[in-house]
């Protein structure tokens, strides 16, 4: 159920305009082809947000795409993707890469209520979750989803405004880059994510830690819609649809075991979940115990893109 007490309520009202601004995923090629590509992601994202006018709230750095959560104006929030662009972009351009930035648009959308800044949250902190089985969306090294409600939380490193020389150029891969911001704080190469992400913000937007789990790994019907709002079909889990297939079965036919249907009522059952939650093909053939060919068959286009 949603709640929000009054506090919560006037920490979203006091932060200003806010926004989810995010880009397609690419569909041909990878932004980053090792790890060392995306901590330099990082570093370039704190260096974009220190020169900007904008708070960041929440971010994802997926392999092929990305999401960020800003607090500030339309065009300052797009004035700060300009720059974080333009960063990489110089170093692809030095690594023979320079046209990848070429399919990069960033696209945004303005965040109304509470309630849409939880979900636009949890979305963002869950994606590389969704995607991949070895991911904590509480502790991914390229996503804000570690930030909240920590009490491990270490906040050490060096000012990135101390970095000269050799150093400055590791953490920059650039030699037109002078100096840096004194609030970004660097930790074994990587600007740390505490210094340059207003996380306590966020978490005065929840009365606790408890409704911030609840609302990053609870509400299913919400991740769905912001998938399709945002083209990215994966948004859940098996373990997110658990829970809905019990609840499918109740609402629509009549029994409190799936697992029990007949064939024709786990047929049924698949085309629920794949109509109203974008299951795939897979996740259909684990949760109702229907052979994947049987799903296949039943659901053959999405069979054939998966085989491409």
Not at 242 to 256: A, F, G, H, I, W
Not at 282 to 299: C, D, S, W
Request: aromatic share 12%; net charge neutral.
């Amino acid at each position: 159920m949603y709640y929000s007490s009054p506090p919560a309520e006037q920490a979203f009202l006091n932060s200003g305009t806010c926004f989810h601004l995010y880009t397609k995923p690419l569909e041909n090629d990878l932004y980053f082809h090792s790890e060392k590509e995306r901590r330099l992601a990082v570093n370039y994202l704190a260096i974009a947000v220190t020169e900007s006018a904008c708070k960041l709230l929440a971010y994802s750095i997926m392999t092929n795409h990305f999401h960020f959560i800003l607090s500030g104006e339309r065009e300052q929030a797009l004035l700060f993707f300009d720059r974080y662009r333009q960063l990489l972009n110089n170093y692809y351009s030095r690594h023979g890469r320079g046209c990848l930035l070429n399919q990069t648009e960033a696209r945004i959308k303005a965040i109304d209520n509470l309630k849409q800044m939880r979900n636009e949250i949890a979305y963002v902190i869950r994606n590389a979750f969704v995607v991949s089985p070895d991911v904590n969306v509480f502790a991914d090294p390229w996503s804000s989803g570690f930030l909240y409600f920590n009490p491990l939380l270490i906040l050490e490193g060096t000012p990135a405004s101390a970095l000269s020389g050799r150093a400055l150029r590791e953490f920059t891969c650039s030699r037109s880059i002078s100096a840096l911001n004194e609030g970004i704080f660097v930790k074994d190469g990587m600007a740390q994510a505490w210094s340059f992400v207003d996380y306590q913000l966020v978490m005065s937007f929840y009365d606790n830690a408890r409704q911030f789990i609840y609302a990053t790994l609870k509400n299913v019907d919400a991740q769905v819609e912001l998938s399709l709002t945002y083209g990215e079909t994966s948004s859940l889990t098996d373990e997110d649809l658990l829970p809905v297939l019990y609840k499918l079965c109740r609402e629509n036919l009549k029994t409190d075991d799936p697992f029990k249907l007949d064939l024709h009522g786990k047929q049924r059952l698949a085309v629920l979940l794949k109509n109203k939650y974008y299951a795939s093909n897979g996740q259909i053939a684990r949760l109702t115990k229907l052979p994947l060919q049987e799903v296949n068959k039943l659901f053959p286009l999405v069979a054939k893109a998966q085989i491409k």
